[in-house]
């Protein structure tokens, strides 16, 4: 069992930046695939970006890359989303989310364990 808790979630106006963390608790974290989701209002749920346990790699949405970066901290379980030129379509529940490496890390739909997500609002 993984254990998430997501933080840093707020308001901001367009162009500002915001930093969400989730910490990990439970299994091994450094054996996990973690990624970052978000669900507007109406929408499904997306992931945005994976971190890959191994190499570090990282991979995101077109809709996100080049403005948010993923990365972790094994030392403090704790995997980050910084959120730079935040536009108001970023707006949505973030939610963090963490699935067993195995040969690589899953599609967004095998992810399996799941925070309980903080919102981020950015107003035009």
């Known amino acids: 069992q993984v254990q998430l808790v997501e933080s840093g979630g707020g308001s901001v106006h367009a162009g500002g930046s915001l930093r969400l963390s989730c910490v990990a608790s439970?299994?091994?974290?450094?054996?996990?695939?973690m990624a970052w989701f978000r669900q507007a209002p109406g929408k499904e749920r997306e992931g945005i970006a994976t971190i890959n346990p191994n190499s570090g790699g990282t991979s995101y949405v077109d809709s996100v890359r080049g403005r948010f970066t993923i990365s972790r901290d094994t030392a403090k379980n704790t995997v980050y989303l910084q959120m730079n030129s935040l536009k108001p379509e970023d707006t949505a529940m973030y939610y963090c989310a963490a699935a067993r490496w195995y040969r690589g890390c899953p599609p967004y739909d095998q992810y399996n364990y799941w925070g309980q997500g903080t919102q981020v609002t950015v107003s035009s």
């Open positions: 439970g299994n091994t974290f450094s054996s996990n695939c």
